[in-house]
């Protein structure tokens, strides 16, 4: 048995990409209580765990596709594998791909 079936977030984490981008279709934007903060959290039409959005894929977000999170539904993203530093360690993250997607 894979321990991530017992320990399986609600929220989409980095290794669920296993090493490969994705494009998947917005189906709704939300404000949510996650950990100790308020959170955006994108809802997938393909998919039944939503991304929750840091501030880096967030600003991408708006740049792709506008400030207003009510109009995102609908759009296309791409997701990417990628690492970031966090607390001083290289971690697997998730981007959304700068690149508009049809």
């Known amino acids: 048995m894979d321990y991530k079936e017992i320990y ?3 929220y989409m984490k980095a290794d669920d990409l296993n090493g490969r981008s994705a494009t998947y279709t917005v189906n709704g934007c939300t ?3 996650v950990g100790d903060d ?3 959290v994108l809802a997938f039409s393909e998919i ?3 991304l ?3 501030t880096t894929n967030a600003t991408t977000m708006a ?3 506008g400030p207003e999170t009510d109009s995102w539904g ?3 993203v791409k997701l990417v594998p990628a690492t970031t530093q ?3 360690k290289l971690v697997k993250c998730t981007r959304i791909s700068p690149e508009m997607v049809g």
């Open 38 to 40: 308020t959170k955006l």
């Open 48 to 50: 039944d765990r939503p």
């Open 63 to 65: 740049e792709l596709h």
């Open 31 to 33: 404000a949510e209580d």
């Open 8 to 10: 399986r977030s609600k």
């Open 74 to 76: 609908g759009k296309k």
């Open 86 to 88: 966090y607390q001083g």
């Open 52 to 54: 929750v959005l840091n």
